[in-house]
């Protein structure tokens, strides 16, 4: 049994509340246990500097911890005048995870800004950052569309993300913080909902791992996985009926 | 009538949550309007090196925007490497505000970070922080006195701010982001539940105002206090029972 | 009597000297008793990218103290790469106070860059400043509309600045160093020569101040900012004859 | 038949010249194809505040592309006061890989600084810097290992890193960069001398990728990574005795 | 004929004011022809931490231009977060010169700050910053002196400099802005009282120089040099007496 | 006899490895004793903003360390967020001096970058710097002038350097680190091959020197100047016969 009464391979409690604040095009908020992570999509009419002029949309990710979203409190990066190694990892990490499932070229010359700003951290706040950030844009993508129908619609795919890892010899699925800091092996994962890997990234810092064990926490993470998308087209329900569909 | 239907002398609608998140010693979420912030209390147990060794305590605030709390996209501060020359001006407005309600030799050498994020803002984000994060700070000392009693509990009044200012000839009290943009005079008024100021900045950029009109926008200022004032106290309930009493 | 023998309702001694460094359009030096400022107006044949194309000026203000102007030295805000908090809110005001009198339109697309660089500083430096950019403004616009006329002069009203306060129960004016460095109330007024308001800050950090007090200190402010507009005239001379008259 | 003429499970030339510069404890310059990095292990007796004693070690990881090691010059971060974020990326994930194979409670209270410049980018400088830098860190453990003997000795496997991809639809080893920018999944494998998985990080941004790819990519990179090692076994040769022996 | 109608083997008009200032140990204005320049020495009873523990003292030097200093207005460093190349390297020779002539162990544990701070720049800005601080070192040390007398008294020499340049095919010294401007080759010298080079900068950016021109050059320099330093002498009158003499 | 057995008047062995990396317009290597710098001329087809549309190029440089190029790492300039002084200076001198000898005219709207990395540091990385960056330079302007020959051959002179200084009584060439940190002064040379000057830097800030001092150390490093020619000379053999000739 786990430290919150979970099954190995249950994910946590998750909620996703969309429309959450009222200027952004896509605006979510998502708890997964106690992770909890505000996800907004913003559009802008222009393109980064290396993009002008291809008929080709961006997508770029800012990720941030409030100060005190976790245990002890966590110096703003503006104090420091750095960003914080792993907060450019994140936001990194989640700007090709949406991107993947993305037809930039269907999307034109616009640039989506998501911003993942983390209100409660419990473990996972990236793959929870990637699960609600693809629902917000979802909704600033429809927004678009339906002021204006896209000639293909951008968004192929869902993507959403779970992590897995092995902890006392057991292999569980969506650590929360607690099981996190004490793993031998840590993996994310982000999959479409067909099942295909977007990214992986595994990590056994404190103890090499076996092929046999990554295989055995690949399928426990795509178990995870189908879980997450199915929450987030509860979540969307007829929102999402264009996704993959070109839009016809 | 004002443009959300409201009297002259009238405040937002005002809700305050109490322990919002779940590891800081005080976290509030107040929404006054559609202006949401989430407002922390940190204790941290020493003092900056300018009181080391005096046997006082201090209070600091951050005070922060979401990059969609706003009807465009703001770029974050580490982006530019720079705080917002607006930012820095609130979050001292915060510090100043609370440590003059503070009794900081009986706080002893410990650090309260008050962290206000604004989630939604629409108009007063700093007197609604203000307001917001004196809750918190509430909670956060009220949490250390059940630990360990002080010898003189250390927050000697309330402390409450709201905005007023002149549109369109007319005085009027917490003013929204719409009033606020286009009002010729606009100040923001701190004070204590005995109706003291702790701190008053008016300005007039648009247009100079008289000796009449700032003694109008007070008595109208001192009503709204009032009102602000109440909604804390309902909001501490018996947790504001300490306040001004020592602690006896 | 106060520590340097002034009356409570005395300024004091002032001096400005014009055409103080030969580069600037405007360059004056402003003393207000030890406090000794040097304040430059510089024209800029263009706005920032908010203001393009909009057929309106703007005026915006730096401010900073040499490390040696002060008891102790302050280390230079680039060898810490963060503009000091205290910094960012006086230079903010005097650009809001200079920008509050200014027909921003009839200056048409230029910049007019204010520095104001603290030499000495005893107590009111951002009052100082304020007083001396004036001048230091109205020589920089009076060179463009010697050169070729404003089809409407662009300042419309005189502003000065003081400080008042309540030291020892007694309520001052323009208070220096050791006054303010005890004061329990300080507060600073940037008014017209009409006697209007354009900014009152006032702050009770040490002991919140009542609706009587508030009313004391404006009085003697009024007094005040009558006395600086006075020495104002006479160092600008026949040269603040266009001043309100739209040039005509 | 690859662009370079290679098989597809071919790694390129690889040759690691140890003692390339003079005053690192460990400094070797390892060529992968015409990727060139320079690696040092400098050793200093102290460690960060947030281990300071523990009785444990640390090692840090620092990379950094000399400005005309690419096609075009690349700007150097500190004009842009900002570390890229693929740079952090990579120095993060070199020192999580060096201190994987480390037993950082024998290594004692000293830090282990890791530089990995690279002089030639021609794809895979990440894993090429890996395989580098643990030669150069068992040179300069060794160093001490010789001046006074560890208890245990600290290093207990080898570390070695490569790439794999998968490009018109060949899964290919050891990716050069013109394959890197044209694949469509590409992943970094970090692993021991055992075939052990340290990291891995598969990306398909440009398309997802299945359960069978990813097997099949393992396959090869476990193939890669036994000739990376073997490459270290040549370069340390009785040097690297001492590994996983615990010294004795 | 010099464009200000010198000979070119004269000095500009040049006036030190000591005590310039109120709150600085040493304060100078330094006026050399139109370039002005207030210089500060300020002690501060710690060393740097390189020097911690080894009975030394140091001398440091920061320089800097007001913005409107200049002709056209100077963005100020803090606003590009970066200092001027210039300007390093100016402050970095400041503290060269001043030490050359320190005896640093007779200073004992102490650091004086030097601050030069240009209020109008017309050429020369570099040797006027270092003949003027010069002085203000002076006042600083005497004043220590009278306050408890140095076992050795620690400045040994005068130190003093000045430019030459060839411009049209003359050789001449003390170059104002519009000569230094068009001048094929510029030289700093910083020189003692006896003579002797500390330092000595030439530069033919424009076009090379011979030794022969060199010789030229320097014969100027020299006869400036003991203009400037009588100018010193006659500035700090009975103040310069221990000067050399180890305050016997 | 000196430290490494070299005679005073002798310089280092010197190598200079042309093509050392393949992407750079210029590539070099340039080993003078122990001291090894990478240096790399990179052409962009464009001019920075104070130059464009004035049909003249530019030369701009940077100079770097890299952390372990020295006995004690040093740290990166980008973990201080300020470029070192001594670098600041470094590679503004490197900029002068091939500027020096270039027809900026002739060379037309382009940049030149040069990048100088100190691999290993033994003294003399400067003045290495410069003897390396300008075989790379002329690498790279041989490129252009074999794709397209200019009108006007751009490198007017070849230009070299060397250092000099005096230590215990001797006056030496070429000082390795041992000798440079020891010695009482030290002087940088920069020339051209027909023996002009073009920077001359000679610092006594452990003792000042005198006026025949200054012509020895001039005599010896005219000897060295010769040498350093000679041996770019040799590295650049037919490549250097457009030098000084406009190319035709």
Redesign the interface.
């Known amino acids: 049994m786990r430290i919150d009464g979970r099954k190995n391979d249950q994910v946590r409690a998750t909620k996703i509340t969309r429309g959450y604040?009222?200027?952004?095009e896509g605006?979510v908020l998502i708890e997964v246990g106690?992770t909890?992570v505000?996800c907004?999509a913003?559009i802008?009419d222009k393109v980064p500097p290396f993009l002008k002029g291809q008929g080709e949309g961006w997508i770029t990710a800012?990720y941030?911890m409030?100060?005190?979203?976790?245990?002890t409190?966590k110096v703003?990066?503006?104090s420091r005048?750095?960003?914080d190694?792993?907060t450019?990892?994140i936001?990194?990490l989640i700007g090709?995870a949406l991107?993947?499932v993305m037809d930039l070229k269907a999307l034109g010359e616009k640039t989506i800004?998501i911003?993942c700003?983390v209100?409660?951290a419990d473990g996972g706040t990236r793959t929870t950052s990637i699960t609600g950030a693809f629902v917000a844009l979802v909704d600033a993508v429809n927004k678009l569309h339906k002021e204006k129908p896209f000639d293909v619609y951008p968004i192929r795919?869902f993507v959403s993300a779970t992590s897995v890892g092995i902890l006392n010899e057991e292999k569980i699925l969506d650590l929360c913080y607690e099981e996190d800091s004490k793993a031998k092996v840590d993996?994310n994962i982000i999959?479409?909902d067909?099942?295909?890997?977007?990214?992986?990234?595994?990590?056994?810092?404190?103890?090499?791992?076996?092929?046999n064990d990554?295989n055995d926490l690949?399928d426990l993470a795509?178990k995870g996985i189908k879980q997450m998308v199915q929450i987030q087209k509860e979540a969307l329900k007829m929102d999402s009926l264009w996704i993959g569909t070109g839009g016809k």
């Not at 604040?21 to 952004?24: I, N, P």
């Not at 409030?66 to 245990?71: D, E, F, N, V």
């Open positions: 604040t009222k200027y952004a605006s106690d909890k505000i907004t913003s802008e800012e941030n409030l100060p005190r979203s976790t245990g409190r703003r990066d503006i005048l750095k960003i190694g792993r450019m990892e936001q990194r090709r991107r993947s800004w911003d700003d209100i409660q795919k993996m999959a479409t067909e099942g295909e890997f977007i990214e992986i990234q595994g990590t056994g810092e404190e103890s090499p791992f076996s092929r990554l690949l795509q």
